[in-house]
């Protein structure tokens, strides 16, 4: 008997930016009723994978087929058409408004629309999939993981069959990241087929029933999730065998505070409370984690400490100094090295290399009032070499992967040997290999004795990494924990607001 047809299969896809190519005859077929993972490095090609089945980018050679039949989607609007939806990282939805009306947005051509009715069928379509929402509620009063219902409900209130999630937990708290996994099984049950891009290994083998991996453009393999393990899985992503690091015990050896906060309060952009007297400490030889679902003050905190944001109360000591409303060059000044948030912020995009690499200190490289492009460059030989940089000196660092741009960051900061570090999300948006060579980097800093605050949205390399952890809600400490005695659950209620 003939197999069922695919939901959605592609063959032969290849893409091409200029001399780039994204996506080499890369085959991938996707059944009724599965969930299936896509992964790769950075780079790997899964994005665009992805945006030429949405319609966003069309293919130079391949063809796509849904349920069978060929299909020339050249829009999202054909994809919409084909039954397919997509769910970015960043929510594609207006504040302002009800959910009801992000819902509709776009999908009818009448100038009258009955409200009521169009509520009563979005409860509908809520109560149907499983997923709850209030459709009267106004999305700028929704919690991050309700936006993301709403999306998944947008896609499927226009008949999805096929749903795409771009690393779906990445902004949501352990508990939300359960909710949407539940939704996900019922969805599976009902027939709907999703593919489920992540980074996270322990998510894809809880999740998916397949898994379907890209390395340099190209198909690395298709496996059942139930015969493979994360080791294999990051072998065939990363072409070698071992991942992840191990955090020695330095008890002990923890000492002194380097960087004290006494009730540090801040204005967010748009003039508001972001931070609430903030206080902690951070000791010699120890990481202490951070942890937080995104917009809770993480990046005001970090732009207070890193001397870009001023705080309107509190005082903030690094090495007995005094740096509260300090600059970045007064901060550096006192042994804290920054590593902001936005890698893309930390560097000059058209600047090389080598001059993004001597920065923060060009006046060591410079020589009769002239700088000395030749130390400049020196300078950077070690660095690249040091640091595994796949770069040379002299390109633009725009044209570095994110990995890469983040490990010139890295070796900037970490050259100098700083006692204190402050680095807020440093792999975000990174592939496996990546962000364990980040994560090692940090933990040789804490074996050399620096005070580290690291800030992530990231629980499992909170986890990993910490060894006291403080959680953060709208701009107020929950709680500091030993990470010994931090677990998932707990984490996950204290980033909700819920004391435990």
Same mark, same amino acid.
């Given at each position: 008997m003939p197999h069922e047809p695919y939901a959605v299969e592609m063959r032969g896809i290849t893409k091409r930016f200029g =001399? +780039? =190519?994204?996506?080499?005859? &890369? #085959?991938?077929? $996707?059944?009724? @009723? /599965? &969930?299936?993972? $896509?992964? @790769? /490095?950075? @780079?790997?090609g899964k994005t665009t994978l992805m945006r030429i089945l949405y319609g966003l980018y069309h293919a130079d050679e391949g063809d796509i087929f849904v349920d069978g039949q060929m299909a020339d989607i050249r829009s999202p609007r054909h994809a919409i058409a084909h039954g397919v939806g997509m769910v970015t990282q960043h929510f594609a939805l207006v504040p302002p408004i009800t959910v009801t009306e992000n819902i509709i947005l776009g999908? =009818? *051509?009448?100038?009258?629309? *009955? $409200?009521?009715? !169009?509520?009563?069928? &979005? !409860?509908?379509a809520s109560r149907r999939f499983g997923i709850a929402i209030e459709p009267r509620a106004l999305v700028k009063n929704l919690s991050v993981g309700e936006r993301q219902r709403v999306e998944i409900i947008k896609a499927l209130y226009r008949d999805a069959k096929v749903l795409i999630l771009d690393e779906p937990t990445a902004v949501l708290a352990p508990q939300e990241a359960d909710e949407l996994f539940e939704s996900l099984k019922r969805l599976r049950d009902s027939g709907l087929s999703v593919i489920f891009i992540s980074h996270k290994l322990h998510e894809v083998m809880a999740i998916t029933d397949r898994v379907t991996v890209l390395r340099s453009g190209e198909l690395a393999g298709t496996v059942n999730t139930a015969e493979t393990n994360q080791a294999d899985l990051a072998k065939m992503m990363v072409g070698r065998e071992t991942f992840g690091v191990t955090k020695s015990d330095v008890n002990g050896r923890q000492g002194d505070i380097a960087l004290r906060l006494e009730k540090i309060s801040a204005l967010d952009s748009k003039e508001l409370v972001a931070l609430k007297e903030i206080s902690f400490e951070v000791r010699t030889g120890e990481i202490l984690g951070l942890a937080g679902v995104s917009g809770n003050g993480q990046s005001e905190l970090a732009q207070v400490l890193e001397g870009t944001r001023p705080s309107t109360g509190g005082r903030v000591s690094a090495n007995g100094r005094e740096i509260t409303n300090a600059g970045p060059e007064q901060i550096m000044a006192t042994g804290v090295g920054r590593i902001p948030e936005d890698r893309h912020e930390s560097v000059v995009a058209e600047m090389t290399v080598a001059q993004n690499m001597a920065l923060e200190h060009l006046h060591e490289f410079v020589r009769r009032g002239m700088l000395d492009k030749k130390r400049i460059r020196a300078h950077a030989e070690t660095l690249i070499e040091a640091y595994q940089i796949k770069a040379r000196p002299n #390109?633009? +660092?725009r044209t570095l992967s994110g990995g890469n741009m983040q490990k010139v960051i890295l070796a900037r900061v970490l050259e100098r040997n700083p006692s204190v570090i402050i680095v807020a999300q440093p792999t975000r948006g990174l592939d496996v290999g990546a962000t364990e060579y980040v994560r090692q980097k940090l933990l040789e800093q804490r074996q050399r004795g620096a005070a580290i605050l690291l800030i992530s949205e990231d629980l499992d390399e909170i986890l990993e990494l910490s060894d006291r952890i403080a959680v953060i809600y709208e701009g107020e400490i929950m709680? &500091? $924990?030993?990470? !010994? /005695?931090a677990d998932i659950e707990r984490l996950g209620l204290l980033m909700c607001g819920v004391s435990v």
């Open positions: =001399t +780039i =190519t994204a996506n080499r005859a &890369v #085959d991938f077929a $996707l059944r009724k @009723g /599965e &969930v299936q993972a $896509l992964l @790769g /490095e950075n @780079g790997a999908y =009818t *051509d009448r100038f009258n629309i *009955d $409200l009521d009715a !169009a509520h009563n069928k &979005v !409860a509908e #390109d633009r +660092i709680n &500091v $924990l030993p990470a !010994a /005695e």
